[in-house]
């Protein structure tokens, strides 16, 4: 038996990009133990994995003695491999202290007044028996893709994972279940847009998305499923009061799904739309869905050291550098885009 740690004190996509290496532990040693020390964002998500054995919460914004308190338990014992890779003061301080065979780290880069600066510290290489490096955003001059790296980083122990091996993810809903529930919904081909924060910015957003999505389903003649979460936007509820209003057969607004369910339509769609949404473009990591990616252009480099290299991902902008877009000329883009995908 081994004793594995993994430190995704992030968000969700970020746990989700580690699961084949998970997955790949879990093959090659099966009665190994894998921690995984996860954060408020992604502890509820990580903790239905089967192939993770003990998860345990961290916030930052803990007090001293509670921060003190799950330093000692995850130092209960012996690892023969920690893998520090979120970048967090916290996490990199726990493994400077703990008690693992092999430490491997991810060394993020930025820079000070034009010097090269490292998170950790230079002193981390000491630490560290195998590492990788990651330009922060600021500094990124090329695509440097996270995934990829972190797969370099696991197979220095042999593991042999391929940079387009699939996430890991099995749903708790089964199959069964989910079409019984919303099989009327994915019977015919259909496209899912999924509305969040990141949607806000983008230009006569309140008064012209309504108009534009209904134009968007005639042009591509198919069946549109909404999603969103939680979302108190002015813009979200202008289009939910536009949508109430109508009787669209073509339009369907599924609002506050499960992860669970939410994972079966992104794998049912004919594509997947979002303001790259961490969830939804790295779930289709597991399933190779099709996704186009809306991000600002200022953000292409960025967005593409994550995005997963086993499915189709196409991205369009909602900005330049100068300005930003409209509505309209977004979903005219995607329509050219979905023509040929």
């Known amino acids: 038996m081994k ?7 992030d968000r969700l996509g970020d746990f989700i990009i580690i699961t084949n290496i ?16 996860a954060s408020q964002y992604n502890y509820h998500f990580v903790k239905k994995f089967k192939i993770v054995d003990r998860v345990i919460l961290f916030n930052k914004d803990y007090n001293l003695i509670k921060k003190i308190d799950i330093f000692k338990k995850i130092n209960d014992r012996n690892y023969d491999v920690s893998f520090s890779i979120d970048g967090k003061s916290f996490s990199n301080l726990c493994t400077f202290f703990l008690n693992s065979k092999l430490k491997l780290g991810l060394i993020y880069k930025s820079s ?3 010097i090269p600066f490292y998170k ?11 590492f990788e490096t990651f ?3 600021k500094y990124l001059l090329q695509i440097e893709h ?3 790296k972190l797969i370099n980083l696991a197979n220095k122990l042999s593991f042999k994972i391929k940079k387009k091996d699939k996430y890991y993810f099995v749903p708790s809903i089964k199959n069964s279940d989910f079409k019984k529930k919303f099989g009327k919904y994915i019977k015919n081909k259909f496209i899912l847009i999924h509305l969040d924060e990141k949607w806000n910015d ?15 389903q005639k042009l591509t003649k198919m069946n549109l499923i909404i999603t969103s979460k939680n979302n108190q936007n002015i813009y979200f509820k202008k289009f939910r009061d536009f949508l109430d209003r109508k009787d669209l057969s073509k339009i369907t607004l599924l609002n506050n799904l499960n992860l669970n369910a939410m994972e079966r339509f992104i794998n049912y769609s004919a594509f997947s739309i979002s303001c790259h949404s961490g969830f939804l473009v790295q779930i289709a990591g597991c399933n190779r869905t099709k996704i186009i990616d809306i991000v600002n252009k ?23 550098y100068e300005q930003k877009f409209k509505v309209e000329k977004i979903f005219n883009n995607i329509v050219k885009i979905s023509k040929n995908f």
Do not use: M, Q
């Open 3 to 9: 004793n594995f740690i993994f430190f995704r004190t």
């Open 22 to 37: 998970i997955k790949a532990i879990k093959v090659k040693y099966p009665k190994s133990k894998i921690t995984v020390v």
């Open 112 to 114: 000070i007044l034009g």
């Open 120 to 130: 950790p510290n230079l002193l981390f290489k000491i630490i560290f028996n195998y």
């Open 135 to 137: 330009t922060s955003k």
């Open 146 to 148: 996270l995934p990829t």
């Open 202 to 216: 983008i230009k006569d957003i309140e008064a012209e998305l309504f108009k534009n999505i209904i134009r968007f």
């Open 298 to 320: 200022e953000d292409y480099l960025w967005y593409s050291c994550w995005k997963p290299l086993n499915t189709k991902h196409k991205f369009v902008f909602k900005s330049n």
